[in-house]
């Protein structure tokens, strides 16, 4: 039974045998023909889609879209003006005798390109992100990148308010090509680099609502040191819709974030060749960094330790400079200053410093906007322990306070206390600072004597925020003037007294 048994099974197993390396075979040819018909680095099978729902076969990443973000508050006329403008033409470099058809290679500063995820990707709700690695060849002045590892062409904006139609609308567009199918310097070739580097190269754009701080801050230098930070300075910052007098203002802060020079790229006359690019910054949340979103961990208070480091802040922490407070150093307290004819300022300045000073604070005045040297504020901002101003964009130098320091949020009338938190109150946690608020009551603000008692500006602020962002800012926020109640305020001031660490002990 088991020699008849075993002489049947056999020839099944041979005949097993053979079906398994014919299967074997074809395996291996199958990977033989993907390898030479495959480029490397593809995403092929990768959708160049954002979400599932686009049925467009071509990615347009950055779509104009119809709604407004709320926190797109304290938007001066004039900034918004400047944003119009189109990028200024810088002048033109020469051609470098020696020029090498590839760029150098830096595997620390190069891009490790995930491909399970496609060229162009959301990274939050506010922004999206292109990452290609390769032969990455740059032309400024269309913003036009060709990689040659590509498949097909993507297009984004790279500013992030990517549901924002009017500051998109200031954004310039670029776009990531495949090589051209050309060979040599012929037609149809890839353009012959002029300029090599080995940095990552980062596209990003300062149109937008940039001028305004709390955007600078929120939708530009926050999300590029995000992007930024994992390359260690091996980064070249590629600007578009580049405002010199924006950048002079915040210059320290690239230079912090990168060791190559800043380019207006949009002006740029360069075919510029990298090993990788980085088209758009990362957005996390407002005036912050999350770092368990980060990719290397960082955190806003990185992001503050890299601020002091750019404009020569002296204060970590709001301690006192010896034991305890004293007659020698008292601590100080800054009033965020504006003009009258702009909104939200205080109608009674000089009694609030008075009545500070009765209680032992060092007051000082200051308006962010009469200052052009941002490190000269930054300083002064670093030197104070307690901060206070109207809801605007002068509240965005709370990032220059140092830790354990008190910012207090004067909330304009108008049941705006959600914009106030969105804006200011959230953030303040993560840079490490104490938040009071002082919510203006109806006796408090200039909107009593510009309105009869039974008006709905009065006496039903959410009508007016039904009637959308443009009604409820001109109302709340340019034509209102506040007085606070000094009695008032001084309860919030001693509170933040008694919030700042009043020893080497505390």
């Known amino acids: 039974m088991k020699t008849r048994s075993s002489a049947r099974g056999e020839p099944r197993r041979l005949g097993n045998m053979g079906l398994l390396a014919l299967m074997l075979c074809s395996l291996v040819a199958l ?37 407004t973000d709320a926190g797109d508050n304290d938007v001066p006329d004039e900034v918004a003006a400047v944003a119009v403008e189109e990028s200024k033409v810088g002048e033109d470099k020469p051609v470098e005798e020696e020029v090498q058809p590839k760029p150098e290679r830096a595997a620390a500063a190069a891009i490790v390109v995930d491909a399970s995820k496609p060229v162009c990707y959301e990274t939050s709700r506010r922004s999206d992100t292109c990452e290609a690695a390769g032969d990455v060849r740059l032309l400024g002045r269309s913003q036009t990148i060709y990689v040659d590892t590509l498949e097909q062409e993507w297009k984004t904006r790279p500013y992030c308010r990517k549901h924002d139609a009017y500051a998109l609308s200031h954004v310039k567009e670029w776009s990531l090509k495949p090589h051209p199918s050309g060979d040599g310097d012929g037609a149809g070739a890839a353009p012959r680099c002029t300029s090599n580097s080995s940095a990552t190269a980062f596209v990003l754009s300062t149109g937008g609502f940039t001028g305004n701080p709390f955007h600078d801050y929120t939708d530009v230098l926050i999300p590029a040191f995000i992007t ?68 290397d961990g960082v955190s806003t208070a990185d992001f503050r330790k890299m601020l002091r480091s750019a404009f020569g802040l002296e204060r970590a922490t709001a301690t006192p400079s010896g034991d305890r407070w004293d007659i020698r150093r008292r601590p100080r ?62 509240l965005t130098n709370m990032v220059f306070l140092p830790a354990g320091a008190v910012v207090v949020q004067v909330v304009p009338f108008g049941r705006l206390e959600w914009l106030a938190r969105n804006t200011f109150a959230e953030p303040s946690a993560g840079m490490e600072v104490h938040y009071l608020e002082y919510v203006v009551q109806l006796d408090e603000t200039t ?24 009604a409820l800012k001109t109302t709340y926020l340019d034509k209102q003037n506040v007085r606070p109640h000094l009695g008032r305020l001084k309860n919030t001031f001693l509170q933040a007294l008694k919030m700042l660490p009043h020893g080497r002990d505390d």
Not at 45 to 61: F, Q
Not at 455 to 468: E, N
């Open 31 to 67: 990977s033989l023909i993907r390898a030479r018909f495959s480029p490397i680095g593809s995403t092929a099978g990768a959708e160049p889609v954002i979400k599932a729902e686009d049925p467009k076969p071509s990615a347009v990443v950055s779509k104009a879209a119809v709604a």
């Open 228 to 295: 930024a930070h994992r390359f260690g300075g091996e980064v070249q910052f590629l600007v578009s819709s580049y405002k010199s007098w924006w950048m002079n203002r915040y210059i320290q802060i690239f230079q912090q974030m990168s060791r190559h020079e800043v380019l207006d790229i949009d002006a740029d006359d360069e075919v510029r060749c990298y090993p990788s690019v980085v088209v758009g910054p990362t957005f996390h949340k407002e005036l912050g960094v999350d770092a368990t979103k980060a990719p």
């Open 333 to 394: 307290l800054l009033i965020i200053t504006r003009r009258a004819s702009r909104g939200r300022a205080f109608m009674n300045e000089r009694a609030m410093a008075d009545m500070a000073g009765s209680l032992g604070f060092d007051v000082r005045l200051g308006d962010p906007e009469m200052s052009s040297d941002t490190s000269k504020f930054a300083r002064l901002v670093n030197s104070c322990d307690v901060m206070v101003g109207v809801h605007g964009a002068g």
């Open 447 to 470: 909107l009593s004597e510009q309105y009869p008692s039974d008006h709905p500006v009065l006496k039903d602020p959410m009508a007016i925020h039904k009637q959308g962002w443009d």
